[in-house]
């Protein structure tokens, strides 16, 4: 009797730490990625560049959290999609209102092209 009971406690421990297992496994990293996701879709805002789960690339252009839909400005061309059409965001929009050009942010100098030095050269010579 001694020996049915302990081998009954060690087939209940053993489904005990595999379901143990299996949640630490497969459930909690998927409730994480879901939080990041659902994390992700309530901190967008106008103006971030976005990629839906069709591929298309477009820039949030209005947000109607009522009816969870955004509108994507693609290109000139304004379409509507469910908020979790999003797949990613590419780029957020700065927090500040303050915008710096890429042109004035690096300079590089400007390298004359072989035309011009050869003129230069011929310009020289005479």
């Avoid at 009954?8 to 994480?32: C, D, E, H, N, W």
């Avoid at 789960?53 to 000139?76: A, F, Q, S, Y």
């Amino acid at each position: 009797m001694n020996k049915m009971n302990s081998s009954a406690v060690s087939t209940i421990l053993m489904f005990v730490v595999l379901i143990g297992l299996m949640y630490f496994m497969m459930i909690r990293p998927q409730k994480k990625q879901q939080q990041k996701r659902q994390d992700m879709l309530s901190n967008m805002k106008k103006g971030d560049e976005v990629i839906t789960l069709g591929r298309l690339h477009g820039v949030i252009d209005t947000i109607n959290t009522e009816d969870h839909t955004i509108t994507l400005d693609c290109d000139g061309i304004f379409l509507t999609f469910e908020q979790s059409a999003i797949a990613q965001i590419v780029s957020q929009t700065p927090k500040s209102t303050t915008t710096v050009s890429k042109e004035s942010a690096v300079e590089k100098p400007v390298e004359k092209s072989v035309d011009e030095k050869s003129d230069k050269e011929d310009k020289n010579n005479d």
